[in-house]
């Protein structure tokens, strides 16, 4: 089954730094991978996904990026942090070629960025 | 626009109590359904799923969700629940035939069971 890592578990940034969280995934190839937030009181917002390297999809226009350098590396980024950015982060997997119907996703624990 | 309402934020039981978390959706076609729980310490999984077929559907640990059309609800239940339920409970749905960058989630259900 799959595994996903995501780190640092916590982060503290002040507003204006960069921000870098990771995702690796284990167990699958040619992943499906997304990038969620979820801020207090509100569900999960997918903010991006990727069906392949170097193919990055945006749900939502925001302060944020995303990479997929290697097939299973996943990197949300930001050259500069908003107050906004606050938030939890979960990155999520899914196999490649298989719909929300097939196939569940499987997240990693998350990262809980706050920016001061 | 599609959406998800979970309208029971925070649900505190006592042990052996039944449950039943709400959840409405607002979609113009199709949909499968899903149930995501998040134990404290550990990720967010799939509890159950609904695509087709029988509305009643099972899940692990004694859950079921039941989808009701002419409601678009899809709730979930427990006869019996016990302190190991204690976590956060997502809602989320789907258009058929669509991917999960199509997928909804709902705001969450805190649940904490007492002992």
């Known amino acids: 089954s799959q595994t996903i890592h995501q780190w640092p578990a916590t982060l503290v940034q002040p507003v204006g730094s960069p921000l870098s969280l990771e995702c690796t995934v284990e167990?699958?190839?040619?992943?499906?991978l997304y990038w969620y937030r979820q801020a207090a009181g509100r569900g999960l917002q997918l903010l991006f996904y990727s069906v392949g390297i170097g193919q990055i999809s945006s749900e939502v226009p925001q302060n944020l990026s995303a990479s997929r350098p290697q097939d299973r590396q996943f990197i949300l980024s930001s050259k500069k942090l908003l107050l906004s950015d606050s938030g939890f982060y979960l990155c999520a997997s899914q196999g490649q070629g298989t719909s929300s119907y097939n196939s569940p996703l499987h997240f990693g624990n998350g990262t809980r960025l706050t920016v001061t | 626009a599609q959406s998800v309402s979970q309208h029971n934020h925070h649900v505190i039981l006592s042990e052996a109590a039944s449950l039943e978390l709400g959840c409405n959706y607002s979609y113009g076609g199709t949909v499968n359904l899903f149930w995501y729980v998040q134990y404290p310490g550990q990720h967010l999984q799939l509890l159950l799923k609904y695509f087709s077929g029988d509305p009643l559907v099972k899940g692990i640990k004694g859950f079921e969700a039941e989808f009701i059309k002419s409601k678009f609800s899809f709730n979930l239940r427990k006869p019996s629940v016990q302190w190991s339920d204690t976590a956060e409970y997502f809602c989320?749905?789907?258009?058929?035939?669509?991917?999960?960058?199509?997928?909804?989630f709902g705001t969450g259900t805190r649940l904490t069971i007492i002992p």
């Open positions: 167990g699958t190839s040619n992943p499906n």
């Open positions: 989320a749905v789907n258009l058929r035939n669509f991917g999960n960058e199509k997928l909804t």
